[in-house]
């Protein structure tokens, strides 16, 4: 133990000196230093108590204050964390090269129901049903009545649907917000739009995502919330109006169970119009056929996805090629003599041309028998080649989802009977807007043109394919098929059109081909000394039935529609009728008697 | 001679008992804690309703029990408050030993009502938390501890009370009840640092309470999600933090208005722990900050009347009482406000629950008790011109 000192030590000395007990004064001692450290210690916690209530005050201060500031702030509506990425609504919407719309959107509402929040579910059951007729009460009361506490009615409402479903009343019926895509045209244009269906679905929004056509190619460019400016396409609403009306026309005459139009502009690439028929209306989509052949479909884009043998309309190529080779030239003659017999093939003209043609008069009068012998004269080694320059031997670049399954069918082999067949346009099976861009691309001026659905403002400066005076050749040849060959029925006054028919026999699907089915094909250009357009029609399985037997060939069945569409549309393109100086004023005198 | 032994005036020391109390109770405090119970019952009146109808009882069920155990607590308030310091050491320490007994015994007997910390004795008719009387008699012991190793040749009793802290801790750690642990802890450390302290040892203390922190963070999945919750900027809706937090934007500064408030459905703890909640949504700020001021009134005063007290024990004790009274309060409040991270803290005398009124109204009787007027000496200070 430790000692204490006895510090007073003076008053020890004299207490003890005088008898008296120092112990007293030794505790009177420790009282007082007890009394000091006491006194200190009462001072210091005087100081840390005052910390103390200072510290409280500042805390409930603050409570004070952040109750302020809560009190002080608007609620937010409670909403579940979003964890994925937000729906994006507000799909971009597409016009046409003018601006017009033909694809944009509508705020309607979805219908769902929340079961257990339902008052009376046996009437709104039957009321549902009543308000849709393809909902059944039996379905919607076995649902209501299960388990479930969320469930989809209907995806898009109009308001008069919404406004009879709010008057039910019942209070677990509810309306979320919903974007619908809308095609304000109907039915024009559909196969290029596509179609769109509901992504991801939420309550509060929905994604809309593209399906088809130019929705589902541009699907990403079209959801960007960072580009809501329209897409704009190369189509001309007005034409493709005229267009259709045009060729659903001609199919119901010419009584083909399909047909499709493509207008391309031969300096761009811009598909000015691209029509398919049978069509749909891409605002109530139809599910895709499960059975059957699907090119039967109204959703196969017959200008896209159909790839025919196209006949005829391919021996404008080999007539290309043999001129700007310089193997030939218009009136080079050639011998058409028939049958041409090459190994076990024979190869026939539909009339016997006599002994020899032209260059010019094989592509007028159609021969099969001289285009072979061109073909035999280029050689199957450059004219794969030239082929492949006009992109006929690959998927078309169009802008459609459905682009890369219009790939073309070329033999495996391209033997010398290959290639006498395809100059004459067999054995290579090709989308009508293949021909259209190869068309363009030897009619322009001689340079490769893609098929776009985007407007463009300047021409495509794509590779040569032909020389310009190929070309110009190339205009002059076809402009005469018209005035005096397979085609004369297509001649429009005023606009010099030029073209090449083409008439082929069906494949079956077991191989050999049918006599009476044929995919009659009018590839025409306009005005044909200068083209500025390209129009392929195609009819599938035309019978024209005015005359004593019926006629398949596109001379009386594909031309003559082009002919009405070139003379719909060639005004609304802009293109003034060239009217040849008149021969003299005649006055049609009317007998007087 | 037997006028002597038997004619003499009766000696009494001083006046009365119930008139002394009377003059010498801090009756500011005591006002402000029986307006406290009074808003308890008037919030239980809006908050409890709804659990009532859920657990199939009448409506008020929970009321009457608040308004009956508010009867205790008040009997209990009067009966503590007019206990001399030495007794209220006594009584103190006796209890923190039944207490710590009771708190020990709870892994046997304890029942957890599914909540998944084992803290309550099922009685049939109420259930008692341990933990609720084991706070006021750990702060006496402690006082008590601090008090004797301040004196001349005195036990170590600041290191006895470190010990008894931390075994006190250390037990409500593992029920788990971080909440309470803290409290204690808290508690202690106000004491400690009152009862003079070195800052530097004080300072590594709050290192040990962080290290501490950090292991139950660690440790316990429990203890991480809530500071997860606390730290995330956004609140989730769906938990209590979410609906309190739009209860009192609701609620604004004059509140939705009486019984039409709609977070007491949603809150599974409106009557307890969110309970100022619901009086933000009904009452609005002006409510609030009525509760708030009571409750700084009570933990201030307390504070500042101690300031005279020349008893180190008393003035300890006080302290410690008062921190626990006055953290309780911030902790309910500040969760409410998101300045804490989620805890289960109740708030005293407002929110529901029968033990922790009365064990509430021990404490303050207590802290009543000891912040009562006495001679201080005062006189001899000035008589002896020792005043230091």
């Not at chain 1, 028919?501 to 025409?524: L, N």
């Given at each position: 133990m430790t000692r204490i000192p006895l510090r007073p030590l003076a008053r020890i000395l004299n207490a003890r000196a005088s008898g008296e007990n120092p112990d007293l004064i030794e505790r009177e001692n420790i009282a007082r230093r007890h009394e000091a450290m006491r006194d200190k210690q009462r001072h210091q916690a005087e100081g840390r108590l005052v910390v103390m209530a200072v510290v409280f005050t500042v805390a409930f201060s603050v409570v004070g204050m952040q109750n302020f500031k809560l009190a002080a702030t608007e609620p937010t509506e409670p909403r579940a964390a979003v964890s994925t990425s937000p729906i994006a609504a507000q799909r971009a919407d597409i016009t046409d090269r003018n601006g017009r719309v033909l694809a944009t959107n509508l705020l309607t509402y979805s219908l769902y129901a929340q079961p257990h929040l339902m008052t009376d579910k046996e009437r709104s059951a039957s009321e549902l049903a009543a308000i849709f007729p393809d909902l059944k009460e039996e379905d919607l009361l076995r649902r209501f009545n299960s388990s479930i506490k969320f469930m989809w009615i209907k995806k898009k409402l109009s308001p008069e649907q919404k406004q009879a479903v709010h008057d039910i009343g019942d209070p677990g019926l509810l309306f979320g917000p919903r974007e619908m895509r809308l095609y304000p045209n109907g039915r024009l244009a559909a196969h290029v739009l596509g179609g769109t269906s509901f992504g991801r679905e939420g309550v509060h929004?929905?994604?809309?995502?593209?399906?088809?056509?130019?929705?589902?190619?541009?699907?990403?460019?079209?959801?960007?919330?960072?580009?809501?400016?329209?897409?704009?396409?190369?189509?001309?609403?007005?034409?493709?109006?005229?267009?259709?009306?045009?060729?659903?026309?001609?199919?119901?005459?010419?009584?083909?169970?399909?047909?499709?139009?493509?207008?391309?502009?031969?300096?761009?690439?811009?598909?000015?119009?691209?029509?398919?028929?049978?069509?749909?209306?891409?605002?109530?989509?139809?599910?895709?056929?499960?059975?059957?052949?699907?090119?039967?479909?109204?959703?196969?884009?017959?200008?896209?996805?159909?790839?025919?043998?196209?006949?005829?309309?391919?021996?404008?190529?080999?007539?290309?090629?043999?001129?700007?080779?310089?193997?030939?030239?218009?009136?080079?003659?050639?011998?058409?003599?028939?049958?041409?017999?090459?190994?076990?093939?024979?190869?026939?003209?539909?009339?016997?041309?006599?002994?020899?043609?032209?260059?010019?008069?094989?592509?007028?009068?159609?021969?099969?028998?001289?285009?072979?012998?061109?073909?035999?004269?280029?050689?199957?080694?450059?004219?794969?080649?030239?082929?492949?320059?006009?992109?006929?031997?690959?998927?078309?670049?169009?802008?459609?989802?459905?682009?890369?399954?219009?790939?073309?069918?070329?033999?495996?082999?391209?033997?010398?009977?290959?290639?006498?067949?395809?100059?004459?346009?067999?054995?290579?099976?090709?989308?009508?807007?293949?021909?259209?861009?190869?068309?363009?691309?030897?009619?322009?001026?001689?340079?490769?043109?893609?098929?776009?659905?985007?407007?463009?403002?300047?021409?495509?400066?794509?590779?040569?394919?032909?020389?310009?005076?190929?070309?110009?050749?190339?205009?002059?040849?076809?402009?005469?098929?018209?005035?005096?060959?397979?085609?004369?029925?297509?001649?429009?006054?005023?606009?010099?059109?030029?073209?090449?028919?083409?008439?082929?026999?069906?494949?079956?699907?077991?191989?050999?081909?049918?006599?009476?089915?044929?995919?009659?094909?009018?590839?025409?250009?306009?005005?044909?000394?200068?083209?500025?357009?390209?129009?392929?029609?195609?009819?599938?399985?035309?019978?024209?039935?005015?005359?004593?037997?019926?006629?398949?060939?596109?001379?009386?069945?594909?031309?003559?529609?082009?002919?009405?569409?070139?003379?719909?549309?060639?005004?609304?393109?802009?293109?003034?009728?060239?009217?040849?100086?008149?021969?003299?004023?005649?006055?049609?005198?009317?007998?007087?008697? | 001679m037997t006028e002597m032994a038997f004619g003499t005036v009766p000696v009494q020391s001083g006046e009365p008992v119930i008139p002394r109390w009377w003059r010498t109770i801090d009756r500011w405090s005591l006002t402000c804690i029986l307006v406290l119970m009074g808003a308890g019952l008037l919030l239980g009146l809006a908050s409890s309703p709804p659990l009532a109808s859920r657990n199939g009882l009448d409506p008020f069920h929970y009321v009457t029990r608040q308004a009956f155990f508010s009867g205790l607590a008040m009997v209990a308030i009067l009966l503590a408050s007019m206990m001399p310091p030495a007794m209220v050491r006594r009584v103190g320490v006796i209890g923190f030993l039944a207490a710590f007994a009771a708190l020990a015994l709870l892994p046997f007997f304890g029942t957890d009502f599914g909540k998944g910390a084992t803290r309550w004795y099922s009685l049939g008719f109420a259930s008692v938390q341990p933990s609720e009387f084991l706070k006021p008699g750990f702060v006496i012991l402690t006082a008590w501890l601090i008090a004797a190793g301040q004196e001349i040749n005195g036990p170590p009793g600041r290191t006895f009370s470190f010990a008894v802290a931390i075994i006190v801790v250390s037990f409500l750690a593992l029920q788990p009840d971080f909440g309470q642990a803290s409290l204690i802890l808290a508690a202690w450390g106000v004491m400690y640092f009152v009862g003079g302290a070195s800052i530097v040892l004080l300072s590594g203390l709050a290192g040990l309470v962080a290290l501490a922190g950090t292991f139950a963070y660690n440790g316990s999945e429990h203890f991480a999600r809530r500071i997860d919750g606390f730290l995330s900027p956004d609140v989730d809706p769906r938990t209590q933090i979410g609906y309190a937090t739009n209860a009192i934007q609701e609620g604004g500064f004059f509140g939705v208005g009486v019984g039409e408030g709609s977070v007491k459905w949603s809150l599974p703890d409106a009557h307890t722990d969110f309970i100022i909640a619901v009086a933000a949504e009904e009452y609005g700020l002006i409510m609030v900050l009525f509760i708030v001021f009571l409750y700084l009134v009570i933990t201030v005063r307390s504070l500042v009347r101690l300031m005279r007290e020349r008893d180190p024990f008393t003035r300890l004790a006080g302290t410690g009482l008062a921190t626990l009274f006055g953290l309780q309060a911030f902790i309910n409040l500040g969760v409410a406000v998101r300045i804490l991270p989620a805890k289960g803290m109740t708030l005293p005398f407002v929110s529901y629950g029968g033990s922790s009124l009365i064990a509430g109204g021990l404490a303050v009787g207590m802290l009543l008790a000891l912040t009562r007027s006495r001679p201080q000496g005062e006189l001899g200070d000035i008589l002896l011109t020792r005043g230091r």
């Open positions: 929004s929905a994604e809309v995502i593209g399906t088809a056509g130019i929705e589902r190619a541009f699907d990403e460019r079209l959801r960007d919330p960072a580009r809501p400016d329209p897409l704009k396409l190369s189509i001309d609403l007005t034409v493709q109006s005229a267009v259709r009306q045009v060729l659903y026309g001609g199919m119901k005459i010419m009584n083909a169970k399909g047909a499709t139009a493509v207008l391309m502009d031969v300096r761009t690439g811009e598909v000015i119009s691209l029509t398919s028929l049978p069509d749909f209306d891409p605002n109530d989509r139809p599910q895709p056929a499960l059975q059957g052949d699907p090119s039967d479909s109204p959703l196969f884009n017959r200008a896209v996805q159909g790839v025919y043998e196209l006949g005829s309309t391919f021996k404008v190529f080999a007539a290309a090629q043999a001129l700007d080779l310089g193997l030939a030239n218009p009136d080079t003659l050639y011998a058409t003599k028939g049958p041409l017999t090459w190994g076990r093939y024979r190869i026939r003209d539909f009339h016997d041309y006599g002994p020899e043609l032209s260059v010019t008069d094989i592509i007028v009068k159609s021969s099969n028998i001289g285009t072979a012998r061109i073909a035999m004269q280029i050689t199957g080694a450059r004219q794969k080649p030239f082929l492949a320059s006009l992109g006929l031997l690959e998927a078309t670049p169009i802008e459609l989802s459905e682009a890369p399954s219009g790939r073309p069918l070329t033999p495996e082999r391209w033997s010398e009977i290959s290639t006498m067949t395809i100059s004459y346009g067999h054995g290579i099976s090709t989308s009508p807007v293949h021909l259209a861009a190869a068309y363009a691309s030897i009619l322009n001026g001689g340079t490769r043109v893609k098929p776009t659905l985007l407007r463009r403002d300047a021409p495509q400066k794509g590779d040569r394919v032909v020389s310009q005076k190929t070309s110009a050749a190339m205009g002059g040849i076809l402009r005469q098929v018209v005035s005096r060959g397979t085609a004369s029925q297509g001649d429009v006054e005023g606009y010099a059109v030029g073209g090449k028919t083409g008439t082929a026999d069906k494949p079956k699907p077991r191989g050999g081909y049918y006599k009476d089915r044929v995919i009659a094909t009018f590839a025409s250009a306009f005005p044909s000394h200068d083209p500025k357009y390209v129009l392929i029609v195609t009819l599938d399985e035309p019978t024209e039935t005015s005359g004593t037997k019926p006629r398949r060939t596109a001379g009386w069945t594909a031309v003559p529609v082009a002919a009405e569409i070139i003379r719909r549309a060639a005004p609304l393109l802009g293109l003034r009728p060239e009217i040849e100086p008149d021969k003299a004023f005649e006055v049609t005198r009317v007998s007087s008697n | -």
